[in-house]
């Protein structure tokens, strides 16, 4: 168990080294409205 569990470990820790870190996405307030209005018409 010892042994899937490290390996399990490693394996997280070279995927999550592998990625890159992107820069946030800037959403204009007027597109964020027109979304969320979608959203609230799609789930309600």
Do not use: C, H
Request: glycine share 4%; aromatic share 12%.
């Amino acid at each position: 168990m010892i042994l899937k569990v490290d390996f399990l470990s490693r394996f997280v820790n070279w995927l999550s080294a592998s990625g890159e870190d992107k820069a946030p996405i800037s959403i204009p307030p007027q597109r964020q409205d027109v979304f969320s209005r979608f959203m609230n018409r799609v789930s309600g």
